[in-house]
Every structure is written in structure tokens, then in C-alpha cells.
């Protein structure tokens, strides 16, 4: 390492060499730029860069080990002593999108994968396998769509596990799902339209979101069969952003007469629907899950999907299947904000795909999750009494509807005292003085001995506000359940 920039000597200065450097160092030091456990380089090494006898440097080391700035270490070196740092600021909770929360035991809360599961291993053979076979054209900046390996693994992918009808030129690569939709919302202000209908409930940082990239969302009601059509029609909006497969956070899949009826209106008035299949590969329920909506219109509906929920949010990887004439618009727009994703992921995981590492790693991943959210079920069953679940059995939450005079708001920060984070479903709606309560439990972040214990806490948050509790529900099977009790003996 070079520290021309950090320490200057001059001859010329009535301060001797040594007293320098340790001023410098001093002083750095003391400001934090120079951080506790920064390596130093060896005596030898810095009077080179210097310019000064190397007992200079080894005079300025050991009166700043003496003073305690700085430490020797046997085979280590010397680097800035670890005491040395400014004092940490006292804690605080921690920002959560529903605000400022202690620490919790329970996290009930959705919106992440579980912490454990990650195929680390056969990530590690895919990425070794892509870095190997990289070419020269793979370090330069990649194409602003994605890489071609990758474009051509997706549109298959798509086509057969969600019926995405596209082919690889229309698939492009994004850095999650968020990028995605910026790029849209953005794309689309180009066209004219100022404001995309948003179902209500959803989500809410969605919903801020496209506030903060200069659109309006517009709420239109979500029932048991998905988005109201017919209110959808009456907002006059060109544009849509829809979850129909597990509506987030009701759980209703979008039925056959309402899909047929939003590909008529976006027909009728040339409008775009944004598909949002943001769990899409943890479909729990029996049977093949409902097939993308975007194969009914490709020309209108823009598909989105995301690895958050089935590997890892921090891999920030999502794709779009676009329409033909948005492509060239968005990868336009793409061009003003970055140059693409990082090369190396993306060829990764087209090996991840191509070897069915992928697939192998969504069957052990669905399993985990169905037994997760059995559990969920049955204790809520037993501990909520009066309460019920809807939805389609699908990714990593489920919506419970509480009884109609249950206080949410007062029940959730019961649950808080008992140390549950829970979220109450009137975050979601874009009026929730007008909805009915209900609670949005997640199951992917407690560990899945916990769950029980979990609900049966907030289940004593509920019964303290409630007067004498009803007698618990003996344990019966969901209608949804996707395990057969001979499942549960074993996983018990």
C-alpha cells in the first residue's frame, strides 16, 4: 500500500521527520479516519514511500504504540489500536417500514425469505462454473437487456413453470423488482400516463413508491376473486399494477371471469398491466398454480418476477417479460440511470438454472414452507378463536380476518408487549379507517419450532382484549392445507 497521500514530510518544516508522521497519524487517527484495526504498512515499506530512513518510521510506531494509538502485532504488523474508537451512539430501535420497534422474539412480520436455506453449495459451483467460462467480452459492461446465457435460460424458466409467453429479446434483467417498476413508472410518464391503479389493499411502500417516482397511484377495491374490474374501469387510469396470482396481502388468486375482464379493458381503452408475480415460485396449494396472466395478452401485460422470496433479497435479481414496443423505451430510459447488472450473477444463475439446481432447490424450499404454514394455520386456529384465514396457500404469509369489533391497532401493540412483531392488515389499505381488521402473519422468519409458541402469545394479546376467552378450537385441517396428516406426524 502507498500512504503518499496521507502522510506528507517536508525537510523544510521546523518539525523533525519523526514528529511529522506522528502527528499525522495522531491526528487522523483521533478523527476516525484512520479506523480501529486499519493495518499499517511495515516501517520498511512506509520509509520507502517517504523517502526517510526506515529509523524514522520505526521511531514514530513506538511512541504511538506507547501513547496507545496504535498496536504490534506478532505476525500481524502494526495497525490503529482497537480502543481508539469515537464511542458508539446509543442504541436505537430499529426503523421498520411500519415505524420505530423494539426488539422483538417473535417476528411474525412478511416480506423477507428465511434467514436459513440458501443453497450456498451449489450457488458457489454455479458461480465457479460461470467465472470459468467467462470470456474477455464478460468484463466489459454488459448489455443494458442482460446477458444472452441468461435472457434465454429465463424465457424458458417462464415458460414452463409460470406459461410467460415471451422469448428471450423481450426478457430483461433488473436489480430486483423495484428497478423494474421505476423504470416503468417512468416509461410510461413518457407516454403520457401520470397514474397507475393500484389494488387496495397492497402494498404500502408500493404505493409511496410510485408517489416518489411522480405517479399516482389510484386505489381500486380487492375482493375474494381479485381486483373489481368494474371499479377499475370507472378511474379512468391507463394503467394497472396487479398481484393476480396471490393477491399481496389477501392471498385471493385472481379468478378466470376477472382476468378475462382486465385483458378487455386494457384492450378497450389502451391500457398496461404491470404483473406482479412477486412469489411466484412458492406456489403451496395442490395442484399446478394458476398460469401467468401475461400469456391471456402479451402485448399488454408486462410480467415482473424476483428471486427475493425464493433465494435471497440480497442478491437484488428480478427480470421483466416486456412487450415488444416497450424494449426499446426501457432499455433506453435503463441507459440514463445505470449500465446494467453485474455480469457475474447473471451468469451464475443461468447455470443455476441449467443444471435444475434451481428447481431442486424450490421443491425442498415449497416443502419447508407448506409444514411452516401448516403450523401457522393450526395455531391460529387453536389461539384465535373467532378468526379466519384467507387466501390461497402461497408464499411466505397468510391474511386472518379477525372478528369485526376487534381493536387492530390495540391488538397489535398487545402482541408487542408479549414480544411478537406482528403487522395489522390496515397498514396495507389505502383508507384503513375503512377496513376490516385482520392481521398479515408471516412464518419465514421465526424458526419453525417457534411458531406455535409465537401464535399462542399473540393469541393471550388477543384474549386480554377481548374479555373471557371462548373455548380454543380443537385442531382441525385447513381447507387449503397442502400436507396430509401423515406429513405432519413426521415433520412434527
Not at 1 to 16: F, T, Y
Not at 247 to 260: H, I, K, V, Y
Not at 425 to 441: F, K, M, S, T
Request: include cysteine; charged fraction near 20%.
Amino acid at each position: 500500500m502507498s500512504w503518499h497521500a496521507l502522510i506528507d514530510v517536508s525537510r523544510n518544516s521546523a518539525l523533525p521527520l519523526t514528529a511529522q508522521i506522528e502527528s499525522t497519524l495522531r491526528r487522523d487517527i483521533a478523527a476516525g479516519v484512520l479506523h480501529p484495526g486499519t493495518p499499517l504498512p511495515s516501517s520498511r515499506q512506509l520509509a520507502e514511500d517517504l523517502g526517510v530512513s526506515r529509523s524514522v518510521v520505526v521511531e514514530a510506531y513506538g511512541r504511538l504504540i506507547a501513547e496507545g494509538y496504535l498496536e504490534a502485532v506478532r505476525g500481524s504488523g502494526t495497525r490503529v489500536a482497537p480502543h481508539t474508537a469515537p464511542p458508539a451512539p446509543p442504541t436505537r430501535p430499529t426503523l421498520l417500514d411500519d415505524g420505530l420497534v423494539p426488539p422483538a422474539r417473535w417476528d411474525l412480520r412478511t416480506g423477507t425469505a428465511g434467514p436459513t436455506g440458501f443453497p450456498h453449495r451449489e450457488w458457489l459451483a454455479s458461480y465457479q462454473r460461470a467465472l470459468g467460462g467467462a470470456g474477455p467480452q464478460d468484463l466489459d459492461y454488459p448489455p443494458l437487456s442482460g446477458v444472452g446465457a441468461l435472457r434465454e435460460e429465463l424465457a424458458q424458466y417462464l415458460g414452463r413453470a409460470r406459461g410467460v409467453l415471451t422469448t428471450p429479446g423481450q426478457v430483461m434483467v433488473m436489480s430486483g423488482f423495484a428497478q423494474a417498476l421505476g423504470l416503468l413508472c417512468s416509461v410510461l410518464s413518457d407516454q403520457g400516463v401520470d397514474r397507475i391503479a393500484m389494488e387496495d389493499p397492497c402494498h404500502h411502500r408500493q404505493r409511496q413508491f410510485l408517489q416518489e417516482v411522480g405517479q399516482r397511484p389510484v386505489p381500486v377495491p380487492v375482493d375474494a376473486e381479485g381486483i373489481d374490474v368494474d371499479a377499475l374501469a370507472r378511474t379512468g387510469a391507463r394503467a394497472v399494477l396487479v398481484t393476480p396470482a396471490h393477491q399481496f396481502p389477501t392471498g385471493a388468486t385472481l379468478t378466470t371471469a376477472r382476468r378475462e375482464a382486465l385483458i378487455r379493458w386494457a384492450r378497450d381503452v389502451d391500457a398496461w398491466v404491470i404483473e406482479d408475480d412477486y412469489d411466484g415460485d412458492l406456489w403451496l396449494e395442490r395442484g399446478a398454480r394458476p398460469p401467468a396472466l401475461q400469456r391471456l395478452a402479451p402485448e399488454r401485460v408486462v410480467y415482473g418476477g424476483t428471486a427475493s422470496k425464493s433465494l435471497a433479497p440480497g442478491l437484488r435479481f428480478g427480470w421483466l417479460a416486456a412487450p415488444a414496443r416497450l424494449l426499446a423505451p426501457l432499455e433506453r430510459m435503463r441507459s440514463h440511470r445505470d449500465l446494467g447488472s453485474d455480469v457475474f450473477t447473471q451468469l451464475a444463475f443461468a447455470e443455476f438454472l441449467r443444471s435444475g439446481h434451481f428447481d431442486r432447490h424450490l421443491r425442498r424450499r415449497r416443502a419447508g414452507y407448506r409444514i411452516r404454514r401448516e403450523t401457522l394455520v393450526q395455531s391460529v386456529l387453536r389461539h384465535l378463536p373467532g378468526a379466519r384465514i384467507e387466501g390461497a396457500a402461497a408464499g411466505l404469509h397468510t391474511y386472518v380476518r379477525l372478528p369485526p369489533r376487534t381493536d387492530e391497532a390495540a391488538l397489535v401493540e398487545r402482541a408487542l408487549r408479549r414480544s411478537v412483531l406482528v403487522r395489522g392488515g390496515r397498514l396495507y389499505h389505502a383508507r384503513p379507517e375503512r377496513a376490516a381488521p385482520a392481521l398479515v402473519l408471516g412464518y419465514a422468519t421465526v424458526p419453525g419450532t417457534g411458531i406455535a409458541e409465537a401464535v399462542q402469545a399473540l393469541g393471550a394479546a388477543y384474549r386480554a382484549g377481548e374479555g373471557p376467552p371462548p373455548a380454543p378450537a380443537p385442531a382441525r385441517k385447513f381447507p387449503n392445507s397442502c400436507i396430509p396428516p401423515s406429513v405432519m406426524m413426521l415433520s412434527g
